[in-house]
């Protein structure tokens, strides 16, 4: 039997996740918000800078109400925020940490 070559460490990569069971559910909740197409595109769309409601729509080719419907998920996880300007709703990016998420996903390959 060949013996298996030894394991890289790679820094403290996961080391946090692994070791706190708080840390690892916060985690899941924002992978479990951020976890449906249009949500990604929307989180994608934001990292390039804040929209309006009617822009992401019209950029993600979808209707302003499933838009709106999906941005209310992002803000009940504290993932965008919004502000409004003579009843305009602006979004932004909330968790600066989703641009490095979306990064990471981008370089997923397909299978």
């Known amino acids: 039997m060949a013996a298996r070559p030894a394991l890289h460490r790679t820094g403290d ?5 692994a070791d706190s069971d708080r840390r690892a559910a916060h985690v899941s909740d924002v992978l479990k918000a951020v976890a449906h ?6 989180v994608a769309t934001l990292c390039r800078g804040d929209e309006h409601v009617s822009a ?13 419907q999906q941005l209310r998920i992002l803000r009940l996880h504290d993932l965008v925020a ?9 979004y932004r990016l909330a968790e600066r940490q989703l641009r ?8 997923c390959e397909e299978r």
Not at 13 to 17: C, R
Not at 37 to 42: A, G, M, N, Q, T
Not at 100 to 107: A, D, I, N, Q, T
């Open 13 to 17: 990569a996961g080391e946090a996740l």
């Open 37 to 42: 197409p249009l949500r990604v595109r929307i």
């Open 56 to 68: 992401l729509a019209e950029k993600l080719g979808v209707p302003q109400a499933i838009v709106s």
């Open 82 to 90: 919004v502000t409004r300007v003579n009843g305009f709703a602006r």
């Open 100 to 107: 490095s998420l979306v990064s990471c996903m981008e370089r």
